[in-house]
């Protein structure tokens, strides 16, 4: 029988909201109708975006446990709630049997073609690049944070969410919002996992909210309940989701 | 390095709950604090409470396809935020090299010894018992409701709940409350994982709740703790928490 493989813990409560999304948008009358997942929960990962930046060990030999040990355990998809982690997409998914769903261009998916998007996301993922060059493939415009007058108030919400500190990562993210609909904002792409959580502790009336994980969730269920892996079906060789 | 095995999916809304408390319980500044941890959620499992008053097939071998998963996975301690699969915990035990942490010992450890409490649970779970006799172990009466009369609005609760029916869960809970507490209940021991989703729902005045789900959850963390499974240390051959 095949799963969903969750590669998680990057960062830790954003891999239990991805998860809780991921059976919420499961419509389901009793267990047995929802979707079996593996979850390798694995915050001792280096830091993503300290390493995309140079600052930092590599993650990719623990992220690539995660994957082998997620293929291992019969995944027949991938997910990876974590954007930074996206960096090393490539060699991710040449190590991997089973598909892995992009965050990144699933996200995109979710917005029209063209006009803008602001993205709120990790130092590292902006660094990486893997945003800008989703979204040029739908001829939107990224608009990304100023690194000296904006990105520090997404850095703070980012680590007072790991830190479990909620009302301080509303109060970062907030900042940031008003810039931004200064700035003329429409949209914002919560490109980073930890964000969609800050979120709830923030104001962000007049601007459009677009989730990656909740995407990633989506595209995952989706992709599940096509393979039939709630009703024990097995996976292998599953075509992947077309965001992917 | 060893992680924390959860054997879930039983139901997936409890699971996300467990892992939820779990890392809300870690104290931790940044992701690498936390500890790492390895899921195997899965809902396909056939119904333990029906399989106990047989009425239906046996889960044993799919639990323990989950329980050898855990254990290849490198677990060194495991954790199933589902009290009715206790009936198999002996037969799970014997075939785990990991420690299993006994849902019921550990919720009944939280409770003072003596007096009485009601327990709120499937009913497969009280046809088997455990938790009459963890109770009576710490000569505390269990008080279980009455299978006619009380009992059908908890097999609702736990039903809506697998549902998704979250206001239908607490009106049902709402009722088996109200009988407590004309019989004179003043504990109530949540012993399904489902039970606490729907608490969020009911009303609960003058009852204290112990929350099965929670003190597995606070077991596992002062365990992983302990054995600096967030500092990367192996974790062979670790003696099992006192309450297991």
Known sequence: MSCIGILGGM?????????????ALTPARCDQEHLPVVVSH??????????ILGQ????????????????????????????????????????????????????????PAGGSACVLATRGALASG???RALAERQITADVPDPEAEQPWVDDCIRAVKAG????????????????????AATVIMGCTEIPLAMLYAHADGL???DSSLELARACVQHGLAQGWN???AGSATPLPRAA
């Open 11 to 23: 960062g830790p409560a954003a891999t239990v909201d991805f998860l809780g999304k991921l059976v």
């Open 165 to 184: 500190d909620m009302a301080a990562s509303g109060r970062a993210l907030d900042e940031v919002l008003r810039r931004a609909r200064q700035r003329g």
């Open 42 to 51: 694995l915050p001792q990962v280096p830091d993503r975006s300290r390493a």
């Open 208 to 210: 459009a909210l677009v």
């Open 56 to 111: 930092g060990p590599d993650p990719l030999p623990a992220l690539l446990r995660g994957i082998a040990l997620l293929n291992a355990a019969g995944a027949g998809l991938i997910a990876i709630p974590c954007n930074s982690s996206h960096h090393w997409y490539e060699a991710m998914a040449a190590a991997s049997g089973a598909p892995i769903l992009h965050i990144a261009r699933t996200c995109v998916q979710a917005l």
């Open 231 to 233: 009703r024990g079906a």
């Open 130 to 132: 893997f945003y800008q």
